[in-house]
């Protein structure tokens, strides 16, 4: 049993419009449908244990690239995405917001009936993940979201969430375990948080196994344990700078995707007649999906790829979107004929990418890049919460060759 880490955002209120909720059901089912196809089951619930992949997972998705709002609209998308292809994948999302989230045993106890596997173990899971993130750490919040994601054959992986009104902070905890296994024979890394609140439960029968994971947990060295998490903190600010993302990797990404002889090479590589914008998302969307740990850091930076939908960097530019959903999902189509060649273009876009970076350092002008993205935007579709689209201007468009 693993504890994987954990992530303290901005907690923001709003909603996700339709037009983006449709778009992120549709491009998260075919990110992780691509994870699936190269790598299977587990490496997707241990990318999902990430909670830098996780944040980066989202903002590529178009959705505010640091806020509370990233994991309710993500698990969201992929229950719905996912769980309509269940039978085909072999993966099932169970849980979500509120009332959803009492809905989760239930849920697993279905699944677990229609697959022959052990329903009461991953309902004791689901129960125990959430009883020990939500009443034995003194960490002052309170979980409101708890998404269950189970395969075929029985592994796992919780994504949940607390909220802490008064520090402004929402605080996603990742859970991973490559097979269901009981919580006192191996307990989870580690335990961190601020001691904004006072333990309870302890003495509750029920929690006797959360007890034992935590005394067992007390006994490893303070150093082992804290090193065992990966935690990200997200900042409060809206506007993304340059101190929130490696420039050098952007860099790398523009190069490829502006530069006339790496731009003919990474179109051949997908053997599309891509414009150059559709082609800078689609290697974000490619490392995402092929990238290792270490390449998620700055999640920040997957928002250059399709904006946010609060503005910030850019409004979601919805032609580029559409076209960059068009091609993953004809590539997962076309997988399904040939076997993958057309798919694997994205694996080499990335090494690619990857490539490029090593040999080459790039300078970025962040707010020059932002700028310019602002300056496409009526052109590209552009739309945020504020604005349902702005029509371009009747002057000709800023200087770039195809858009999309």
Known sequence: MKRSGFADTPLHGGYVPAWLAERMTKLGTAIVESILLHYGHDAFLT???????????????????????????????????????????????????????????????????RQSLDGDSLVRA???????DNNCIADGFQIYLHSFVVTARGQWAVVQQGMNPGSGLARRYHWHSAEVRDFVMEPHTGIMGEPLGPIINLVDAQAGPAQNALLTMARDRPDFTLGQIR???????????????????????????YEKDLHSFADFLL??????????TLAMVAEVIHGPPIRFSDPARYSLALGGKDGHPFPVPLKTYDASLDVLRR??????????????GFSRLNRFVEGVETDLRTDVDLPSLIAHEMALSPWLGGRSVQQSGVRPPSRARPSQMRLF
Not at 240 to 245: C, G, I, S
Not at 331 to 344: F, M, P, R
Request: charged letters at 25%; glycine letters at 10%.
């Open 47 to 113: 990318r999902l244990s990430d909670p830098f992949w996780f944040q980066a997972l989202g903002s590529v998705m178009g959705m505010d690239w640091h806020s509370s709002g990233i994991t309710t609209s993500v698990m969201g998308a992929l229950k719905r995405g996912l769980n309509s292809r269940a039978s085909d994948l072999g993966l099932y999302v169970c849980g979500g917001r509120g009332k959803q989230s009492r809905r989760t045993p239930e849920e697993l106890l279905m699944i677990a009936d």
């Open 126 to 132: 689901s129960r125990l993940t959430a009883k020990i």
């Open 331 to 344: 590539s997962l189509d076309a997988a399904k004929i040939d076997g993958g060649d057309k798919l694997e």
């Open 231 to 257: 935690h990200l903190e997200m900042p409060r600010h809206h506007d993304v700078r340059a101190e929130d993302l490696d420039l050098n990797r952007i860099g790398a990404v523009l190069a490829v995707t």
């Open 271 to 280: 053997t599309e007649k891509l414009g150059p914008r559709t082609l800078q």
